[in-house]
């Protein structure tokens, strides 16, 4: 059973229109992590929630949001994409404190600006 | 920050073995490893606790040496089933995590 769910899998945006990509989890994890994983590169921590405590990697764009409602559910919002900001977004928890255990991704969604 | 892997590139025959090296410039309190394959999510293999801990996973072994900042993983006997990218993730003294440049394995029959 799948226990970090991404929806959708695909998502295409317009140029400079807001999207909100989503995740949720079974596991009952405390923190949360959004990744940016462009292609052939390495996966890049855009911000982690422990709980609600909400953490903003130094070099994630303005242009980047998240909201936490709850344990189970947490929100990407890109409030105007650009043409570089097309990637795979992965969204992962973990047990414990932050980036002390393993983390669990969801399949991920790749996200196409045109 | 971003730690560098070498080799970039591998490949391997089946049963052959393979290091995977992984180097950070900064003072590491511990490191994970991840297996992806392509289309899909990174998969956990291990962590490695400072202390310079070396922990088994079936043929899927690693070392963790803290005061060389550097991590090794260690494949023996590959399999098929081994193919992927493997990315080291460091996670610093400033409790700051990275992923590494990511290393891309090929086993072929």
């Known amino acids: 059973d799948a226990m970090v769910i991404q929806n959708p899998r695909y998502q295409v945006t317009q140029f400079g229109k807001p999207v909100t990509l989503s995740c949720s989890q079974t596991l009952n994890h405390n923190v949360m992590y959004w990744y940016q994983q462009k292609s052939s590169q390495a996966p890049k921590l855009l911000f982690h929630y422990y709980d609600k405590d909400f953490n903003n990697e130094a070099d994630t764009p303005d242009n980047f949001q998240s909201r936490r409602p709850n344990t189970s559910f947490c929100f990407l919002d890109i409030r105007s994409p650009g043409l570089g900001d097309a990637a795979m977004y992965l969204c992962?928890?973990?047990?414990?404190?932050?980036?002390?255990?393993?983390?669990?991704f969801g399949q991920g969604t790749r996200l196409t600006v045109v | 920050q971003q730690p560098v892997q070498s080799p970039q590139a591998v490949i391997l025959r089946e049963g052959e073995d393979a290091v995977i090296n992984c180097s950070s410039s900064?003072?590491?309190?511990?490191v994970h490893w991840y297996r992806q394959k392509h289309g899909e999510a990174p998969v956990f293999l291990m962590i490695?606790?400072?202390?310079?801990e070396q922990k088994g996973h079936e043929k899927i072994s690693a070392s963790f040496n803290e005061k060389k900042q550097q991590s090794s993983l260690y494949l023996t006997a590959s399999q098929l089933s081994y193919s992927g990218t493997y990315f080291c993730g460091t996670r610093d003294t400033g409790n700051q995590f990275y992923f590494g440049t990511g290393t891309s394995l090929t086993v072929i029959p």
């Open positions: 992962a928890t973990s047990g414990g404190t932050v980036f002390s255990t393993e983390a669990f």
């Open positions: 490695l606790l400072k202390g310079g």
């Open positions: 900064k003072a590491l309190y511990s």
